[in-house]
């Protein structure tokens, strides 16, 4: 095992220095282009002095970023990815729990935080001493951060999850065997790179050598141009979120453009895959590889597979399979025991690929990053990851429900009660409810009190980003409460 994930790019820049790395629009990079930007960028921060420490990378969704991330890890510290979309208040939360020693950025207004900024620009960036930057990465580990990447927390501050280079390159070498990934293969990536899924697309590429083709935004509410640019580009591989997947079969652009000759493997992961529409999928590319991976970010993408290998009804639940290699999944019931036959219990993952916790903030790791509570003889922690599962009658694992109120809205992860809380903080409100519609798919937010509506959606605005922006604000004059006194939220579901 080597200790730091940019040693893949030496390997690769050296067997393919010529093959394309990462196509982004017009522009593109080769490995060997790859690396040096990376290298000189990694030269201005081990400059700074910096070590082990987090550094934000602020800039919109290109292949810079990809150079950003590599040029962290080339230094030795760890980078995490500010969405550059989110509200500027948003934005500050997240600064003041990952406290950078740098922002990198190509933004030139403002930016949020007093950390020192450096200014990227691809075209000028040159490398003059290699060797010192080689020098500061071998001083590294791989249970080293390699990024923090921050989800929703019901609390009202983003949870910034500590990943280290050893459990994305346990996680990839596992990926790279059992999808056998080839440097003839090209992957169309639509994951945001603030979402964990694009660990998968952006170090598969860098460890194998196959392409990574940024797809532009705009295609992904063209199904037909997505299709298209799929298919005239010879992408063999997608992982994206099912709501993706969703749209691109139910607008029937599947049956305009022919993919079954290019597209190889279908992989998706983030929320539950309708067999309606995987069908649809399946149907268009009969010799595919279709896989259903599921996982939180915080045990680095994904711990569990299932590679599709039987015929479903419409209304059938898709598996989420079994545990990937070197992971060890338990189904725990209430009693934190193992789970009887047929019995729900909460999925809970054990292995490499855990991360290390939440970034400054230990109370919030403690509830969830726990002792196996089946072992009671030397530390070991397992991720509790609040959803609850069970097994089928083939062993493998289905997919139920949320322990709590996480939901997944257009494939991102949401924490309910940061929106609560965040409302609840406004004057005039007195109380408040959010509630997911998983019918028509919609946030929608109960109020008490006199604030006006306008006031709330500006508010909202100006605190979240847009995906957790509920798109209905119903006010009450009372909300309903159980008997034990909390919101009713039964009844407020019932009502919508
Ligand atoms: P994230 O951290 O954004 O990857 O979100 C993780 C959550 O998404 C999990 O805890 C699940 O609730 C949900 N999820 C991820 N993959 C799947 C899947 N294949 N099927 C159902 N739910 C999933």
Redesign the pocket.
């Known amino acids: 095992m080597i200790n730091n994930i940019t040693k893949w790019l030496d390997e690769t820049a050296k067997k393919y220095p010529d093959n394309t790395a990462i196509v982004d629009g017009e522009r593109s990079v080769t490995f060997w282009e790859l690396r040096y930007k990376a290298l000189c960028l990694a030269e201005a921060i081990v400059e700074k002095g910096l070590f082990k420490e987090p550094i934000a990378v602020m800039m919109p969704k290109s292949m810079d970023v990809i150079v950003c991330f590599l040029g962290v890890a080339y230094s030795g510290n760890f980078y995490s990815v500010i969405d550059t979309e989110m509200p500027p208040a948003r934005q500050q939360k997240i600064m003041e729990t990952l406290e950078p020693r740098l922002i990198i950025t190509t933004l030139t207004e403002d930016k949020t935080g007093d950390a020192d900024t450096y200014q990227y620009d691809y075209e000028t960036m040159e490398l003059s001493c290699e060797e010192k930057v080689i020098e500061q990465r071998e001083r590294t580990c791989d249970a080293d951060l390699l990024y923090v990447l921050f989800?929703s927390g019901s609390t009202g501050i983003p949870k910034g999850v500590t990943i280290t280079h050893q459990s994305v390159m346990d996680y990839i070498d596992w990926v790279e065997e059992t999808f056998d990934i080839r440097e003839s293969d090209s992957f169309g990536n639509q994951a945001p790179f603030y979402?964990?899924?694009s660990i998968l697309d952006i170090y598969t590429s860098i460890k194998t050598g196959a392409a990574m083709y940024i797809i532009p935004q705009i295609l992904f509410s063209q199904p037909v141009s997505l299709l298209n640019y799929l298919k005239e580009n010879g992408i063999t591989t997608i992982f994206w979120v099912p709501s993706a997947l969703i749209v691109v079969a139910n607008l029937r652009a599947l049956k305009k453009v022919e993919l079954a000759q290019t597209l190889k493997r279908v992989l998706?992961?983030?929320?539950?895959?309708p067999n309606k529409q995987l069908n649809m999928w399946r149907k268009s590319i009969p010799d595919g590889i279709f896989a259903?991976?599921?996982?939180?970010?915080?045990i680095t993408d994904a711990c569990t597979y299932y590679i599709v290998d039987r015929e479903f009804e419409d209304s059938e639940p898709l598996p989420?399979g079994k545990a990937a290699r070197n992971t060890d999944i338990l189904v725990l019931n209430e009693n934190n025991c193992l789970v009887g036959e047929g019995e729900t219990g909460e999925l809970c993952v054990r292995g490499t690929s855990i991360s290390r916790g939440y970034y400054n903030n230990q109370e919030k790791t403690k509830e969830v990053f726990v002792q196996n509570p089946l072992n009671n003889k030397y530390i070991e922690y397992i991720y509790r990851?609040?959803?609850l599962v069970k097994y089928n009658e083939y062993g493998e694992l289905l997919?139920v429900s949320?322990k709590d109120f996480?939901i997944?809205h257009m494939g991102h992860?949401i924490e309910l009660g940061e929106i609560e809380t965040l409302v609840s903080g406004m004057d005039e409100i007195e109380h408040c409810c959010c509630i997911y519609d998983n019918v028509r798919n919609k946030i929608i937010l109960f109020v008490m009190g006199a604030a006006v509506q306008e006031d709330i959606v500006a508010y909202l605005k100006n605190n979240l980003p847009y995906y957790m922006v509920p798109s209905k604000i119903i006010q009450m004059s009372k909300l309903p409460m159980t008997a034990n006194g909390k919101i009713d939220r039964k009844k407020l579901q019932e009502s919508i």
Do not use: A, S, W
């Open positions: 989800t979402f964990d899924n998706f992961c983030g929320e539950v895959m259903n991976l599921y996982g939180p970010t915080e989420i990851t609040g959803d997919y949320r996480q997944k992860r």
